[in-house]
């Protein structure tokens, strides 16, 4: 069965690739395994010079990059550009900070001499997502081939120009042959993987189900793992909180790359006293999305990753209607061609609808009006997921008691949830487990081996 590439914006085919058999797979585990035997041996300089000569190359041909992402999966062009930007940042981080973040680490033992030792453990595997083709990858591989191990990758099967290319950069940027490897295979081949005693972890971004399935995979093979699975963020408006920079923010938060983000906005919660304004102002500046080409700078809102795609979303969100759901904005899709999905506002979302506790992904925000502070904390933690939210109130300190009562991950205050290199990514409950980014993200596929050297 071929991988295919298609342009969500025009549903035309673009290429198509052949997957790779079963024993392409385990001779490429074995080119893997015997790079990680000579890259483990290399200085932290070698491997800094490699990841710089990386987020070079990015940049040196970054509209090349960004135009692939936006032709395969959707993303509006400036959006793309960006993400090329944030990896070559993200490179940047982890071969500057890589020897600090691994430097031995003294234990306070009074009568000994101990220290904690940091070592790659071998060949690992990432299961990466479509959503951000680029940014995801380099998340992941970048700490851990400063750390010392090697990558494979089973990127997501409708972006695999831009699993190409990555795999290219790496090349061109100095990695030896099996340092990282990109592997064109099945979803089914993943399970023959992570059973090979070669191969000593797995990373997966991607859906609950699928998170599922790879933890129980890597606890029958007592492999680790790092999961960062869907979210269904809380976006929390409290009575004293800014409302015109709130409803700017909620756009913002709520549209970033077409609303397919796990960390984007998603459960708008207002408390009533500023209900009205909110979803009057919410619903005007939604309304005035441009939808259009991804290409077109003019263009606020593009297609979602693929037709399948709009089409799971027409049925969720019609399941919170049939079942009472208000229609405040949207609904339905445009009636033109591509995976284009309407800007959509559902008011009177009730826990006994599939909706409620669902990953909408895309433009679509369902609101929630509460009585005060207390009954914005409890539904935001009436979730299953954990991954990210926000809480927008004139005072900071309220900010931080409400932050430190959702339970989630990561809570910004006065802003949408978003992710920076020097910031630790993940969340709690079903929305997955580990760290990425920052540099919890480097230990997280290490040995913390403790050395004793006798009592002092």
Request: aromatic fraction near 8%; charge should be negative.
């Amino acid at each position: 069965m071929s991988i295919i590439s298609i342009n969500p914006a025009t549903n035309q085919v673009l290429r198509k690739f052949d997957p790779i058999d079963a024993s392409e797979v385990i001779d490429a585990i074995g080119v893997a395994d015997a790079a990680y035997r000579q890259w483990r041996k290399t200085t932290f300089a070698d491997r800094r010079a490699c990841l710089l000569k990386f987020a070079e190359l990015l940049r040196a041909d970054a509209d090349n990059y960004a135009r692939i992402i936006t032709t395969e999966m959707g993303k509006r062009f400036a959006e793309s550009q960006y993400e090329i930007e944030y990896c070559a940042k993200i490179a940047e981080f982890y071969a500057n900070g890589a020897e600090q973040f691994l430097a031995d680490q003294t234990m306070d033992v009074d009568d000994a001499n101990a220290f904690l030792h940091y070592e790659p453990i071998g060949v690992l595997l990432g299961v990466m997502p479509w959503n951000f083709p680029f940014y995801q990858v380099v998340r992941f591989a970048a700490p851990n081939l400063m750390a010392g191990n090697t990558v494979m990758i089973k990127h997501a099967s409708n972006v695999p120009q831009c699993a190409l290319m990555i795999e290219q950069l790496y090349a061109d940027c100095g990695l030896p042959e099996g340092v990282y490897t990109n592997l064109f295979i099945p979803t089914d081949f993943v399970q023959m993987i992570v059973a090979d005693s070669r191969v000593h972890g797995i990373s997966l971004t991607g859906s609950e189900k699928a998170g599922s399935a790879v933890a129980m995979l890597a606890g029958k093979n007592l492999k680790r793992s790092v999961l960062e699975l869907g979210g269904n963020d809380p976006f929390v408006i409290l009575e004293d909180a800014d409302l015109d920079d709130v409803i700017r923010q909620a756009v913002k938060g709520r549209i970033v790359n077409a609303g397919q983000s796990c960390v984007a906005s998603k459960r708008f919660i207002v408390v009533e006293a500023v209900a009205d304004r909110f979803l009057e102002g919410f619903k005007q500046q939604m309304s005035a999305l441009k939808m259009g080409d991804p290409m077109d700078g003019q263009t606020t809102l593009g297609p979602l990753s693929s037709e399948d795609a709009a089409v799971k979303l027409l049925e969720q969100v019609q399941s919170s209607i049939d079942a009472g759901a208000t229609v405040v904005l949207g609904g339905d899709r445009p009636d033109r061609i591509g995976a284009y999905f309407n800007p959509t506002i559902l008011t009177g979302v009730t826990p006994q609808m599939p909706t409620f506790d669902q990953e909408l992904f895309g433009p679509v925000a369902t609101v929630y009006i509460v009585k005060n502070e207390t009954e914005a904390i409890e539904l935001a933690n009436r979730s299953s997921y954990g991954l990210g939210g926000s809480v927008f109130t004139a005072d900071i300190d309220r900010g931080r008691r409400v932050a430190e009562q959702i339970e989630s991950g990561m809570v910004f205050v006065n802003q949408p949830t978003r992710s920076r290199a020097e910031l630790p990514f993940g969340g709690v409950k079903n929305s997955g487990y580990g760290r990425e980014l920052s540099h919890l993200g480097i230990l997280e596929f290490v040995n913390k081996k403790l050395i004793h050297l006798g009592e002092k």
